[in-house]
């Protein structure tokens, strides 16, 4: 059985008194979360504060990026060490905001998997088509576009100890949920995919889904045979909502 995962992404939000009013929210609640695992990635300067908060719960605190390189002259940039050094595991890895706003092409993210998973962090993959390529009908070509890349760099054995969520662009931030089916239908094309390489990382796979995820939504999600919890972004940033949303991944 696989163990569902429910994951908030707070991205460029939030400040440190709000922070930690989330934080006592969600530390307060956790624990009534019986199958999940609950993660939050704060933004990068928040995560040490975020790690120490985390200390003696069940919440684990991820990152929302790395660099692809250890150390040195890259300006502005975040290593994995450093994300390690602060007591993270966990890292988001090819958001589409990174891909479609900063420009990271397909092997870009596949070296920063690859450097995530040499590191020792468990990288989160993103995955998921813009509107336009769902309407031509290449949601299957892109998403399996995105999974070569790193399957060609890292091989399928780095699967093992990743989690890859699907986020179809459209349905980030939009208020537009891909329905139960169609997230069901990817996840499944993602599943079968890998499981023609390897059957056994495929079956252990945590597979998220991400997009306009909210309480009113997730059960019938979550649901879905391929479906093992959620990628969550704007109601992350509510204790009430996220603790909601991360009970109904069972
Ligand atoms: P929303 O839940 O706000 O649509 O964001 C999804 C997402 O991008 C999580 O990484």
Sequence with gaps: MRKPMVAGNWKMNGNLESIRQLMDGLKAGVDSVESAEVVVCPPFIYVPKVVGM????????GAQNLCDQNSGAFTGEVSGEMIKDVGCQIVLVGHS????IY??????VADKFAK???LGLKPILCVGELLEERENNITEE????QLDA????????????????????WA???GKTASPEQAQEVHAFIR??????????????QLLYGGSVKSGNATELFSQADIDGGLIGGASLDATEFLAICKAAK
């Design 150 to 169: 790193v399957i060609n760099k890292s091989g399928i054995q780095a699967l093992a100890n990743s989690v890859v969520a699907y986020e179809p662009v």
């Design 172 to 174: 980030i931030g939009t």
């Design 54 to 61: 985390c200390d003696g719960t069940k919440i684990q605190a």
């Design 116 to 118: 995530a998973q040499e």
């Design 142 to 145: 892109v998403v399996g576009r």
């Design 97 to 100: 905001e990174r891909r479609s």
């Design 103 to 108: 420009g990271e092409t397909d092997e870009a």
């Design 192 to 205: 079968s995919k890998i499981a023609s390489l390897d059957a056994g990382i495929a079956d252990g796979l």
